[in-house]
């Protein structure tokens, strides 16, 4: 078992700028390839970014590529969101993901094992 927890959720004013920080415990973290996704009301589960069991690898949804930075310490069992010039659209609860699959990194919920409860990030106009 892996356990998640996200943190650095909150209110923000469009062009704002969050760091969200998911700490796991449980199993050797380096083991698994991250992810983070979120979803608003009424709409599905939406991929954000994942990252490679190292963090030579990284994949951004076409939404948040070039605002957003996933990022991982393995020393500290953590995987992190960087949010920059935030947007309203971005408002949702964020979950981080972890995955023991075999490829590099993953961009389909159905592939993570291990989910976190989530955090709210709310971004005002």
């Known amino acids: 078992q892996v356990q998640l927890v996200e943190s650095g959720g909150g209110l923000v004013q469009a062009g704002g700028s969050l760091r969200l920080s998911c700490a796991a415990s449980?199993?050797?973290?380096?083991?698994?390839?991250m992810g983070w996704f979120r979803q608003a009301p009424g709409k599905e589960r939406e991929f954000v970014a994942a990252i490679s069991r190292s963090g030579a690898n990284r994949v951004y949804a076409n939404s948040v590529k070039g605002r957003f930075t996933i990022s991982r310490d393995n020393a500290k069992n953590t995987v992190y969101l960087q949010m920059n010039s935030l947007k309203p659209d971005d408002t949702a609860v964020y979950s981080c993901?972890?995955?023991?699959?075999?490829?590099?990194?993953?961009?389909?919920?159905?592939?993570?094992?291990?989910w976190g409860q989530g955090t709210q990030v709310t971004v005002s106009s």
């Open positions: 449980g199993r050797t973290f380096s083991n698994y390839a």
């Open positions: 993901a972890a995955t023991s699959g075999p490829g590099i990194v993953y961009s389909t919920p159905i592939r993570y094992d291990y």
